[in-house]
């Protein structure tokens, strides 16, 4: 199990190289959240056993999801990418035992990674289209 942790490791950390040249590309961000939240609870399950497993995949998620996306749309990322990770890895455990948890994790986390960065997105253009409207009254005193 500890060659697996290591092995998966050395993938999050390369696919995290990759990724910081090329951010915020929407399959790179999700990849990247997805690899996370596996990393995170291959790591946590043999640290902290189920409880350990969701905080790590939340973690990871969270993690990769940050690594892989502009500034603009980091933290919504983010926070989908924690959330899906731990949602994800709950109902796939519940479903399909160990191996269930992993792929739930690596759904969620991608699901919640690309969700969370089209809300950074919609955000972004939204303020911007309210600024750009926005009108400037002049008061002229007589």
């Given at each position: 199990?500890?060659?697996?942790?290591?092995?998966?490791?050395?993938?999050?950390?390369?696919?995290?190289?990759?990724?910081?040249?090329?951010?915020?590309?929407?399959?790179?961000?999700?990849?990247?959240?997805?690899?996370?939240?596996?990393?995170?609870?291959?790591?946590?399950?043999?640290?902290?056993?189920?409880?350990?497993?969701?905080?790590?995949?939340?973690?990871?998620?969270?993690?990769?999801?940050?690594?892989?996306?502009?500034?603009?749309?980091?933290?919504?990322?983010?926070?989908?990418?924690?959330?899906?990770?731990?949602?994800?890895?709950t109902v796939?455990k519940n479903?399909?035992?160990?191996?269930?948890?992993?792929?739930?994790?690596?759904?969620?986390?991608?699901?919640?990674?690309?969700?969370?960065?089209?809300?950074?997105?919609?955000?972004?253009?939204?303020?911007?289209?309210?600024?750009?409207?926005?009108?400037?009254?002049?008061?002229?005193?007589?």
């Open positions: 199990m500890k060659a697996n942790i290591l092995l998966l490791g050395a993938i999050l950390a390369s696919s995290t190289l990759v990724t910081t040249a090329h951010a915020d590309n929407a399959t790179r961000v999700a990849a990247t959240s997805a690899l996370g939240s596996v990393v995170g609870t291959a790591i946590g399950k043999e640290i902290g056993g189920n409880n350990g497993a969701m905080i790590g995949s939340a973690l990871g998620g969270a993690g990769g999801a940050a690594a892989a996306s502009s500034k603009h749309t980091r933290t919504e990322a983010a926070i989908g990418g924690g959330l899906g990770g731990v949602g994800g890895y796939g479903v399909g035992g160990t191996t269930g948890g992993y792929i739930g994790a690596a759904a969620g986390a991608a699901g919640g990674s690309a969700l969370g960065r089209k809300v950074g997105q919609d955000r972004d253009y939204d303020n911007y289209q309210s600024k750009k409207y926005k009108k400037k009254r002049k008061h002229r005193h007589h």
